[in-house]
């Protein structure tokens, strides 16, 4: 019987601008619908046994969310609702240093800065070991096979993304062949494994009381994370202290800040570095305002 999931959202929230924040939401288990401004997700129970497909779509002060059937959990799929669109964030501190700074006033005003991620931080620490030294392109294919070949089908055919366990039964002769993963390959068995037989948890992350660089230090061991990957993982844990440059971001303030000319990191640090705790974000958002002005 389908059901329908009305969540009331933050005053400063707006859909499309989380949505679009950054490329997750062109990755599967994630569709976003342009046309109608609406997302869906492939949700699944805790034990991954049940899944379902939501689609969430902003109605007045509330983010809707439609569902084929409840069983997954209503208020599962209302708590990995408030963490995917980031209901929780306060985003009070941000919005005041930034609203007054000429370049970057325009956040407050359409609501950004909420990075969409995952129900979970295993699930977007795969999906950021998949966007390490190669093209948006093959991210987005790895990704695609990966969901292809190991995600569970839902009713309505699509698939979740895959579980530490059924990554883990693969060996990393599928993941260079199948899912052409390249030097990840090993680094998926090793991470699938460990989060399977518990002797990692990367949930904990989120949680976590340790400060920012000796969290990141933890993310640092395992292997596929180096300081752009941690640092993007970072910011989807709430954490924005560090840049997370990669070439792609360092082009992009070239281009808009130093006259498309080639500096060091330094330089680009310095530049947002009155931001301090936000400055991740900052960067961020300057780099990506084309995206929201179309």
Not at 31 to 51: E, H, I, M, P, T
Not at 209 to 220: A, R
């Amino acid at each position: 019987m389908p059901v329908e999931l009305k969540i009331k959202k933050p005053r400063d929230f707006d859909l499309k601008n989380t949505v679009r924040s950054h490329g997750w939401y062109d990755l599967p288990p994630f569709y976003f619908d342009d046309v109608n401004g609406s997302l869906r997700y492939v949700f699944s129970n805790a034990q991954g046994s049940k899944r379902v497909i939501g689609t969430m779509a902003e109605r007045g002060d509330s983010i809707v969310v439609s569902l084929a059937n409840a069983s997954v959990g209503i208020e599962k799929i209302e708590r990995d609702v408030r963490h995917i669109l980031r209901f929780d964030d306060d985003m009070a501190d941000f919005y005041d240093g930034v609203r007054h700074e000429p370049r970057l006033g325009w956040i407050s005003k359409i609501g950004g800065g909420r990075l969409l991620r995952s129900p979970t931080v295993y699930e977007d620490a795969v999906k950021t070991m998949c966007t390490t030294n190669c093209s948006w392109s093959l991210t987005r294919s790895m990704v695609t096979k990966l969901v292809d070949k190991l995600g569970a089908k839902a009713l309505g055919g699509m698939k979740a993304f895959p579980s530490a366990a059924s990554m883990a039964e693969m060996d990393e002769d599928f993941y260079r062949t199948e899912i052409k993963a390249g030097y990840r390959s090993p680094y998926f068995v090793e991470f699938a494994t460990a989060v399977a037989e518990g002797s990692l948890d990367p949930e904990r992350w989120l949680h976590s009381d340790l400060p920012t660089v000796e969290l990141k230090k933890e993310i640092k061991k395992v292997k596929g994370f180096g300081d752009y990957a941690a640092e993007n993982l970072l910011k989807l844990l709430g954490r924005y202290d560090g840049l997370a440059l990669d070439s792609w971001l360092r082009g992009s303030f070239y281009k808009k800040h130093n006259r498309g000319k080639a500096c060091n990191d330094k330089k680009i640090t310095k530049f947002y570095s009155n931001f301090g705790r936000w400055q991740g974000l900052a960067i961020w958002c300057d780099m990506t305002e084309e995206w929201h002005e179309k």
